[in-house]
């Protein structure tokens, strides 16, 4: 079965240093990674995601993330944090194989973002 | 406008009574799907559907029900509220493994 860990529950930062959230998961087979943002009392939003091809990823807002397969890793990182990334971060996993669930996503517990001025 | 909307937003109920959860899209996608989200727990999923008329239990299903008799929306159904379904629902849609897009979500408490 998939599982999804991020490392660190909340990371406070100040604003304008780079920040790095962790994610660990593991699959017996090929996945796909995403990250995802949430502010407070809104939905889920799409950061990046990587299906295939180069293991850097960039995304919206200035967000980049690696997949490192034999670490089966995918962290995400910012050179430089503004106050308004001040947010809720989740990674996830699709198994790119089919099931009963294929199209579903297994998230980890998040990361609370919190960038201080 | 496109997208995915639920209906309400906020939800007050009593232990007990039936509450109906609304989901539609605009996209066609064909997955959709129902989380909720409590503290210490992340997203966990309640059902999901591959397309109309084909739904399944996710990793929390007990206490509710769907239906899906239309590709663009999925209603998820409390049949006898209780104060541990005190929670934010959001429903999702998607196309098979790839990225999942997300309502605003659904804040209910049940008293």
Known sequence: AQSVTQLDSQVPVFEEAPVELRCNYSSSVSVYLFWYVQ???QGLQLLLKYLSGSTL???INGFEAEFN???TSFHLRKPSVHISDTAEYFCAVSDQGYGGSQGNLIFGKGTKLSVKP | DAGITQSPRYKITETGRQVTLMCHQTWSHSYMFWYRQDLGHGLRLIYYS???DITDKGEVPDG???SRS?????PLTLESATRSQTSVYFCASGQGGRE???GEGSRL???
């Open chain 2, 64 to 66: 509710y029900v769907v």
């Open chain 2, 109 to 111: 408490t049940v008293l």
């Open chain 2, 70 to 74: 239309k590709t663009e929306n999925f």
């Open chain 2, 50 to 52: 591959a397309a109309a």
């Open chain 1, 69 to 71: 397969k034999s670490q």
């Open chain 2, 100 to 102: 999942l897009f997300f």
């Open chain 1, 57 to 59: 990823v960039k995304g």
């Open chain 1, 39 to 41: 502010y407070p009392n």
